[in-house]
């Protein structure tokens, strides 16, 4: 099993832009479908963004297509997520996650190892 840490975090400037980054330790990255989703206080855990294990295939959530883009690094074992301009509505904490079956679906069926999450606040 892979575990993941996110990092980069922090305040979201409107109409600016940030790198959330997940660093994954353990076996198999290249092997894993990888996903970002966020979540704010009363409310569902909203899925992001996913990319297939090769890289070559990615899908948003509709909220925030044009916006973020989620490339990864097989190599350094680590995925990103480009956060840019961005809104109020973007603020919460985001968290990455991890598909043993190689698999992307817009939702959180597959996903079996998950951070502990990084916090973007509204500035505002």
């Known amino acids: 099993q892979v575990q993941l840490e996110e990092s980069g975090g922090g305040l979201a400037q409107a109409g600016g832009s940030l790198r959330l980054s997940c660093t994954a330790s353990?076996?198999?990255?290249?092997?894993?479908?990888l996903g970002w989703f966020r979540q704010v206080p009363g409310k569902e855990r909203e899925f992001v963004a996913a990319?297939?294990?090769?890289?070559?295939?990615?899908v948003y959530g509709e909220s925030v297509k044009g916006q973020f883009t989620i490339p990864k690094d097989n190599r350094k074992s680590k995925l990103y997520l480009k956060m840019n301009s961005l809104k109020r509505e973007d603020a919460g904490v985001y968290y990455c996650?991890?598909?043993?079956?190689?698999?992307?679906?817009?939702?959180?069926?597959?996903?079996?190892?998950w951070g502990q999450g990084t916090q973007v606040a509204d500035s505002s």
């Open positions: 990319i297939t294990p090769s890289g070559e295939t990615t």
């Open positions: 996650a991890a598909d043993p079956s190689g698999i992307i679906v817009e939702g959180e069926i597959g996903y079996e190892s």
């Open positions: 353990g076996r198999s990255f290249s092997t894993y479908a």
